[in-house]
């Protein structure tokens, strides 16, 4: 067994996923502590599934971005919005790669019991993989709205979207990680 495998039978660090995250699932009345091995493993599928969500929206939203070139009403657009469309394809393409990158890492990684680090580097590309599809989608979103919108209305509903995003990506998350260390630490004291 490799050291990204998983034994069978871990159906137990599923459990403790959910209610270590305040999940609803079944709950055992004595949960096990989890190993430093099944805590990794379980980080390192959290991580998998992330990415399988961002890498399909991030390369629908890269595909589309690259066509948009080669259409007709391209050759139509102001000086600005051709300097977003280099911008925003530039952002895609990072966050493509930065969203690509944990498989690549895992593949030279592979067997050399390096998972600890692995997920950290996973986890760090990840985030910044985020930001940058936070900011593609709110640059296409502009670039689309300055066609169909007129005047300031289009600077001002991207903005709004790139808000929503920021306080649903971030701030929330941010929000809740404070949230229950102050509930660990006074459920310590």
Same mark, same amino acid.
């Not at 066509?67 to 102001?78: G, N, W």
């Not at 498989?103 to 019991?113: C, D, E, K, N």
């Not at 599809?133 to 979103?141: E, P, R």
């Given at each position: 067994?490799?050291?990204?495998?998983?034994?069978?039978?871990?159906?137990?660090?599923?459990?403790?996923?959910?209610?270590?995250?305040?999940?609803?699932?079944?709950?055992? #009345?004595?949960?096990?502590?989890?190993?430093?091995?099944?805590?990794?493993?379980?980080?390192?599928?959290?991580?998998?599934?992330?990415?399988?969500?961002?890498?399909?929206?991030?390369?629908?939203?890269?595909?589309?971005?690259?066509?948009? #070139?080669?259409?007709?009403?391209?050759?139509?657009?102001?000086?600005?919005?051709?300097?977003?469309?280099?911008?925003?394809?530039?952002?895609?393409?990072?966050?493509?790669?930065?969203?690509? %990158?944990?498989?690549?890492?895992?593949?030279?990684?592979?067997?050399?019991?390096?998972?600890?680090?692995?997920?950290? #580097?996973?986890?760090?590309?990840?985030?910044?993989?985020?930001?940058?599809?936070?900011?593609?989608?709110?640059?296409?979103?502009?670039?689309?709205?300055?066609?169909?919108?007129?005047?300031?209305?289009?600077?001002?509903? #991207?903005?709004?979207?790139?808000?929503?995003?920021?306080?649903?990506?971030?701030?929330?998350?941010?929000?809740?990680?404070?949230?229950?260390?102050?509930?660990?630490?006074?459920?310590? %004291?």
């Amino acid at each position: 067994m490799t050291m990204t495998e998983q034994p069978a039978g871990s159906a137990g660090e599923d459990t403790a996923c959910c209610t270590h995250h305040g999940g609803h699932g079944p709950q055992p #009345a004595a949960e096990a502590p989890e190993t430093a091995r099944e805590r990794v493993n379980r980080r390192w599928n959290e991580i998998l599934q992330e990415t399988r969500v961002t890498q399909t929206g991030v390369q629908i939203l890269f595909g589309f971005l690259l066509s948009v #070139a080669f259409t007709p009403l391209f050759r139509e657009l102001e000086t600005f919005d051709r300097v977003v469309y280099v911008i925003t394809v530039v952002l895609g393409a990072a966050a493509t790669g930065s969203l690509i %990158a944990p498989v690549s890492i895992h593949r030279f990684l592979s067997g050399q019991r390096m998972k600890d680090e692995l997920v950290e #580097a996973a986890g760090r590309l990840m985030m910044c993989g985020m930001v940058l599809l936070a900011l593609t989608i709110g640059c296409t979103l502009l670039l689309i709205l300055r066609v169909v919108v007129p005047g300031v209305l289009a600077e001002a509903l #991207a903005a709004g979207v790139m808000l929503w995003f920021g306080l649903c990506w971030y701030a929330l998350p941010l929000y809740l990680r404070r949230r229950a260390a102050r509930r660990s630490g006074s459920d310590a %004291a």
